[in-house]
């Protein structure tokens, strides 16, 4: 028996079932950032003193970390692109560009942490660097969930494209979906953190 609307969209939303979960999950992804967020302008605004994030962190390695970011949303478009053309081999090029930005990302929040602990900046030190490593550091683990899942449809999971190819399409789609979402939360992580 072979469960239904994995391909073609279920007629009471529109959506295939991974897609359909894939944006309830994010929803609740919005719900567990926003609470973040809003702890966060709590604190901020009910502090006596606040340091701004650029006197105590790197802006120009985030920056860089912005921009590796966002190009991985770009090859990860391309990657969904190249399938629905019935390129594997672009896509297979394409997607592992999108998991090296991804482990290019996670080393260089690596090296960031490593300069803070070396200065003695715990989540323990005060308020802000307890946002500062709970905010950064979640968001870095939604990065190496993606990169699993990443790792997964380039290797073992990609034999599902010689059988499944309009499934394996979709299953591509949903992690681009996710993927999108860490990187948007992202774009508010940095700002937030460093520059205000």
């Known amino acids: 028996m072979q469960i239904p609307y994995t391909v073609e969209p279920r007629p009471d939303t529109g959506l295939y079932n991974a897609k359909l979960g894939v944006w309830l999950f994010l929803a609740s992804e919005v719900m567990l ?3 973040l967020f809003s702890a966060l302008i709590l604190l901020r ?3 006596t003193s606040w340091p701004h994030g650029y006197e105590v962190l790197n802006v120009p390695l985030a920056t860089i970390n912005t921009m590796v970011l966002i190009t991985s949303s770009v090859s990860m478009v391309m ?3 190249a399938l629905r053309l019935g390129d594997f081999g672009k896509y297979r090029k394409w997607m592992g560009l999108t998991f090296l930005l991804g482990l290019i990302f996670m080393v260089i929040k690596t090296i960031e942490y490593a300069a803070k602990f070396e200065h ?3 989540p323990s030190h005060d308020n ?4 500062y490593f709970t905010l950064t550091g979640l968001h ?3 990065v190496l969930g993606g990169m ?3 790792a997964y449809l380039l290797g ?3 034999k599902m494209w010689m059988t499944e190819p309009e499934r394996y399409t979709n299953r591509v789609e949903v992690i681009g979906l996710y993927w999108h979402f860490v990187d948007l939360v992202w774009i508010f992580l940095f700002p937030t953190l460093y520059l205000l």
């Not at 802000?128 to 946002?131: G, I, K, L, Q, S």
């Open 148 to 150: 699993i899942v990443i």
């Open 140 to 142: 870095g683990l939604h």
């Open 128 to 131: 802000f660097m307890a946002t």
């Open 79 to 81: 990657s969904w692109a």
């Open 120 to 122: 003695h900046l715990y």
């Open 156 to 158: 073992p999971g990609s």
């Open 45 to 47: 605004t009910g502090a």
């Open 33 to 35: 950032f926003g609470a």
